[in-house]
């Protein structure tokens, strides 16, 4: 049985993805990225003292805890990235991570332009957690010690 006049016509359906959205959102995270990427503080500036002192040779990963010249503290555990730290907290972490590896060795890497009593506050923290030796970083020097 015929209808009058009509034929019904069947639409093909689309099977195709519509990806210009995706695009779009995409090209916003990339410039949010790009804009906030040059604002994040990856590094700290640290101006070690130089000299003449042979570098020590260890298999081991240090324990690295660096004194900034405001006298902030910064803690580098093996190859984890450096993290800003408060001094109780270095105890607890540095105490735990000496408590698993007992030989390994522990550094202070001190600004030259910082008081020495923030380095010599920092000794004492690791002392406290427990690090039975604390080496003290410089920077290869030319031989000539500087004084102020």
Request: overall charge positive; charged content about 20%.
């Amino acid at each position: 049985m015929q209808t009058l006049g009509r034929t019904r016509k069947r639409r093909k359906l689309k099977a195709e993805i519509n990806v210009v959205p995706y695009i779009d959102v995409t090209l916003v995270l990339l410039i949010i990225f790009m804009v906030t990427a040059p604002l994040l503080n990856l590094g700290v500036d640290i101006q070690l003292p130089q000299s003449n002192a042979r570098a020590i040779q260890n298999d081991k990963e240090p324990i690295l805890v660096t004194v900034d010249q405001n006298g902030g503290l910064f803690l580098t555990l093996g190859k984890t990235p450096r993290e800003a730290i408060e001094a109780e907290a270095l105890v607890n972490k540095v105490s735990a991570f000496v408590r698993q590896n007992p030989d390994i060795p522990v550094l202070v890497a001190g600004d030259e332009r910082v008081d020495y009593g923030r380095i010599y506050a920092a000794m004492v923290l690791l002392q406290q957690a427990g690090a039975a030796k604390v080496g003290l970083m410089s920077q290869p020097g030319d031989g000539t010690a500087r004084a102020r």
